[in-house]
C-alpha cells in the first residue's frame, strides 16, 4: 500500500516534472531520448551494446558524483573487461561528463523512480550488479533490484551535515530502504557511523574513502599549456584565475573582484565558469550591465585578438574544467560564497593551483579541512578577504607554486578509495 501511494504522489509530480525535463532537454538536444530513458525505454541499439554480456549498472546523480565515478569505472573496466559498464545521470550535465568516460559502454538518464518504468529498465538492462554513487535511495529502484536479488552497493557514500538530520528524523523510512542495500562503502568513520544511526545493518558498513582522492588526469606541460592559452586567446604576459563552479550571487562578486583589480593596475584575466552553464546567457547580461567585457567560450575562435587586462571569458561549455585550471595562476570554487555548500576543490589540488572557497563548505567539510591543514588552500570569509587573498597570490608567483605543490601532495597521499571499493565489491560479486 506504501508503495501504491509513493507511486500515486510521483504520478502528481510528473504533472510538473515532464515538461521541465523537456524544457531543458531542448537545450541539449536530447528531448525525445531523455524523456524516454527517464520512462525507462531504451532503443534497440542501446539494448544491442548490452547483449550476451553481464552488465554493472553505476548511478551517478550529477556532475559531482560522475567525476568521483570516474577513477572506479577505470578500475572496473581493467578488473572486468568483458562486463558491460552502463552510467546513469539525473541531470544533462552530468550525462554530458559521462559520455567523455571512454570506458563505459552505455550513458543514460536514470528513470524516474515510478514502479513500472524502474521495473521496465531493470528488466531491460538486467544488471548484475549495481553501484550507486554517493546517497541516491530510491524506494522503487532498490524494490526492483532486491526482488530480482541484484546486490547493489553505496559507493563513495555520504550523508553531509544538511542531510543527516533530516535522514535522521525519517529513519522509520529509510530503515527498510537501507537493509535492501547489500554493503554500503562510506566516505569516513563519520559516514558511516551516521549510515548505522539511520538504520544500515552495521556488518554491512565499511570505510574505504572517498574516491575524489583519487582522480587522475594528465597534467599539461609547459607546450599544451601555451597552446590552451593560444585557443583561448589568453595573452602569455597576464596572469590568470579561475572562477569555478559559480552561483548567482557569487558571479557578481567575483566580476566585480576582477573590475577593482584592473583598475588598481593588478594585471588579471578572469575565467567564469557558472555551475550551471546555460545561465551563461544571463550572467553576460548582468556582466555588461556593469559596464563589464566578456566573450563566450563557445565564440572565443571567433576572436583574433587576445583578452585584454581586466576582461571576461565566459564559459558555456562543459568538460573543460581542467583545461582552464591548467592554465591558470589560481583557483577560485564556487558554491562556497552563497549557502550551497561548496563543490569539490580537489581538482585544482590535482593541477597543482592554490585552491580559494567561501564559508560554505558543509558538503566537502573534510576535504576542505584536509586542504587547509596541508596548506593547499585558503577559506575566505567574504568579497573583501577573496579580493585581498586573489591580489595577494596574483603578486607572490613563488607562494603560489607552494600552495598548488602542498594541495597535490595532500591527493597523492589520501589515494587508495578505488582499491578499497574494488575490494568490497570483489568480495560480494565474486566474480
Given at each position: 500500500?506504501?508503495?501504491?501511494?509513493?507511486?500515486?504522489?510521483?504520478?502528481?509530480?510528473?504533472?510538473?516534472?515532464?515538461?521541465?525535463?523537456?524544457?531543458?532537454?531542448?537545450?541539449?538536444?536530447?528531448?525525445?531520448?531523455?524523456?524516454?530513458?527517464?520512462?525507462?525505454?531504451?532503443?534497440?541499439?542501446?539494448?544491442?551494446?548490452?547483449?550476451?554480456?553481464?552488465?554493472?549498472?553505476?548511478?551517478?546523480?550529477?556532475?559531482?558524483?560522475?567525476?568521483?565515478?570516474?577513477?572506479?569505472?577505470?578500475?572496473?573496466?581493467?578488473?572486468?573487461?568483458?562486463?558491460?559498464?552502463?552510467?546513469?545521470?539525473?541531470?544533462?550535465?552530468?550525462?554530458?561528463?559521462?559520455?567523455?568516460?571512454?570506458?563505459?559502454?552505455?550513458?543514460?538518464?536514470?528513470?524516474?523512480?515510478?514502479?513500472?518504468?524502474?521495473?521496465?529498465?531493470?528488466?531491460?538492462?538486467?544488471?548484475?550488479?549495481?553501484?550507486?554513487?554517493?546517497?541516491?535511495?530510491?524506494?522503487?529502484?532498490?524494490?526492483?533490484?532486491?526482488?530480482?536479488?541484484?546486490?547493489?552497493?553505496?559507493?563513495?557514500?555520504?550523508?553531509?551535515?544538511?542531510?543527516?538530520?533530516?535522514?535522521?528524523?525519517?529513519?522509520?523510512?529509510?530503515?527498510?530502504?537501507?537493509?535492501?542495500?547489500?554493503?554500503?562503502?562510506?566516505?569516513?568513520?563519520?559516514?558511516?557511523?551516521?549510515?548505522?544511526?539511520?538504520?544500515?545493518?552495521?556488518?554491512?558498513?565499511?570505510?574505504?574513502?572517498?574516491?575524489?582522492?583519487?582522480?587522475?588526469?594528465?597534467?599539461?606541460?609547459?607546450?599544451?599549456?601555451?597552446?590552451?592559452?593560444?585557443?583561448?586567446?589568453?595573452?602569455?604576459?597576464?596572469?590568470?584565475?579561475?572562477?569555478?563552479?559559480?552561483?548567482?550571487?557569487?558571479?557578481?562578486?567575483?566580476?566585480?573582484?576582477?573590475?577593482?583589480?584592473?583598475?588598481?593596475?593588478?594585471?588579471?584575466?578572469?575565467?567564469?565558469?557558472?555551475?550551471?552553464?546555460?545561465?551563461?546567457?544571463?550572467?553576460?547580461?548582468?556582466?555588461?550591465?556593469?559596464?563589464?567585457?566578456?566573450?563566450?567560450?563557445?565564440?572565443?575562435?571567433?576572436?583574433?585578438?587576445?583578452?585584454?587586462?581586466?576582461?571576461?571569458?565566459?564559459?558555456?561549455?562543459?568538460?573543460?574544467?581542467?583545461?582552464?585550471?591548467?592554465?591558470?595562476?589560481?583557483?577560485?570554487?564556487?558554491?562556497?560564497?552563497?549557502?550551497?555548500?561548496?563543490?569539490?576543490?580537489?581538482?585544482?589540488?590535482?593541477?597543482?593551483?592554490?585552491?580559494?572557497?567561501?564559508?560554505?563548505?558543509?558538503?566537502?567539510?573534510?576535504?576542505?579541512?584536509?586542504?587547509?591543514?596541508?596548506?593547499?588552500?585558503?577559506?575566505?570569509?567574504?568579497?573583501?578577504?577573496?579580493?585581498?587573498?586573489?591580489?595577494?597570490?596574483?603578486?607572490?608567483?613563488?607562494?603560489?607554486?607552494?600552495?598548488?605543490?602542498?594541495?597535490?601532495?595532500?591527493?597523492?597521499?589520501?589515494?587508495?578509495?578505488?582499491?578499497?571499493?574494488l575490494s568490497v565489491i570483489e568480495g560480494i560479486w565474486g566474480e
Amino acid at each position: 500500500m506504501v508503495y501504491v501511494l509513493y507511486d500515486l504522489l510521483l504520478c502528481l509530480s510528473a504533472v510538473v516534472l515532464v515538461p521541465y525535463y523537456l524544457l531543458r532537454g531542448m537545450r541539449y538536444g536530447k528531448t525525445r531520448r531523455g524523456i524516454r530513458e527517464r520512462l525507462g525505454l531504451f532503443k534497440s541499439d542501446q539494448l544491442n551494446l548490452l547483449a550476451s554480456r553481464r552488465v554493472i549498472w553505476i548511478h551517478a546523480v550529477s556532475v559531482g558524483e560522475t567525476r568521483a565515478a570516474i577513477p572506479l569505472v577505470k578500475s572496473l573496466r581493467k578488473k572486468y573487461p568483458d562486463v558491460a559498464l552502463v552510467l546513469s545521470n539525473v541531470t544533462e550535465t552530468g550525462r554530458a561528463i559521462a559520455k567523455e568516460i571512454s570506458e563505459l559502454d552505455l550513458c543514460i538518464f536514470a528513470p524516474f523512480d515510478l514502479s513500472w518504468s524502474v521495473r521496465r529498465a531493470v528488466r531491460q538492462l538486467n544488471p548484475a550488479l549495481v553501484l550507486i554513487v554517493e546517497t541516491e535511495l530510491w524506494p522503487n529502484f532498490l524494490r526492483q533490484l532486491q526482488q530480482r536479488r541484484i546486490p547493489v552497493l553505496l559507493v563513495n557514500g555520504r550523508f553531509s551535515d544538511r542531510s543527516f538530520p533530516r535522514y535522521l528524523m525519517a529513519r522509520r523510512v529509510f530503515r527498510p530502504l537501507l537493509k535492501m542495500v547489500t554493503a554500503f562503502c562510506m566516505q569516513s568513520d563519520q559516514d558511516a557511523r551516521r549510515a548505522r544511526r539511520i538504520g544500515a545493518p552495521p556488518g554491512r558498513v565499511h570505510v574505504t574513502g572517498n574516491l575524489k582522492f583519487d582522480i587522475s588526469a594528465k597534467v599539461p606541460d609547459g607546450d599544451e599549456r601555451r597552446r590552451l592559452r593560444a585557443v583561448l586567446r589568453l595573452p602569455a604576459d597576464v596572469p590568470v584565475w579561475v572562477a569555478g563552479s559559480t552561483h548567482a550571487g557569487e558571479e557578481e562578486i567575483v566580476a566585480r573582484i576582477g573590475r577593482e583589480l584592473a583598475s588598481a593596475d593588478v594585471p588579471q584575466l578572469l575565467i567564469l565558469v557558472p555551475r550551471h552553464p546555460e545561465r551563461a546567457r544571463t550572467v553576460g547580461e548582468m556582466l555588461a550591465s556593469q559596464g563589464q567585457s566578456w566573450v563566450l567560450r563557445s565564440e572565443i575562435d571567433q576572436r583574433h585578438e587576445p583578452l585584454r587586462n581586466g576582461e571576461v571569458l565566459l564559459v558555456d561549455s562543459i568538460g573543460e574544467m581542467l583545461d582552464f585550471y591548467a592554465v591558470a595562476n589560481l583557483v577560485f570554487v564556487g558554491g562556497s560564497l552563497v549557502p550551497v555548500g561548496g563543490h569539490n576543490i580537489l581538482e585544482a589540488s590535482l593541477l597543482s593551483k592554490p585552491v580559494l572557497f567561501g564559508p560554505h563548505m558543509h558538503n566537502f567539510k573534510e576535504i576542505s579541512s584536509l586542504v587547509l591543514a596541508a596548506g593547499g588552500g585558503c577559506q575566505v570569509a567574504d568579497e573583501a578577504e577573496l579580493k585581498l587573498q586573489i591580489r595577494q597570490l596574483l603578486r607572490d608567483p613563488v607562494r603560489c607554486r607552494e600552495m598548488g605543490n602542498n594541495g597535490h601532495t595532500l591527493l597523492t597521499g589520501h589515494a587508495g578509495a578505488t582499491a578499497r571499493t574494488l575490494s568490497v565489491i570483489e568480495g560480494i560479486w565474486g566474480e
